[in-house]
């Protein structure tokens, strides 16, 4: 079921110009209080330099940016850059349409299964 959920979330991110690990990157960074690349990677669910690939390719398009911490100047933040936030206002649009879909789709498959759990709980 989740994958079958992450393929149409990647199938209506892609016209829209995003991927479903980019999306879940710019997520994290939307609070804007900038994460370490391991706090990414965590969030993500991805390993160390495949997060690394995908951060570089971010910065790129100018969605995120670089900056040393200012507690900590051995690590770097990661923080969304104001094109990132239109680009994830534009990426959550198209999740949230496929996530609509999705319910409608499977809302009647809810409502049996409801139906059916009931009649098997009052057998017993």
């Known amino acids: 079921m989740e994958r079958q959920f992450t393929r149409r979330i990647a199938t209506a991110l892609e016209p829209v110009g995003g991927t479903v690990d980019q999306w879940r990157v710019l997520s994290l960074l939307s609070d804007g209080a900038g994460h370490a690349m391991s706090q990414v ?11 690394t690939k995908i951060v570089d390719g971010l910065v790129s398009q100018n969605l995120v940016y670089r900056r040393v911490d200012e507690t900590d100047r051995r690590r770097v933040l990661i923080f969304i850059s104001a094109r990132g936030r239109t680009a994830l206002r534009r990426w959550d649009a198209a999740v949230a349409r496929e996530r609509a879909a999705m319910e409608a789709e499977t809302g009647d498959d809810l409502a049996l299964l409801a139906e059916l759990l009931t009649r098997l709980a009052a057998r017993l």
């Open 41 to 51: 990677a965590e969030h993500a669910l991805l390993a160390a330099p495949t997060i």
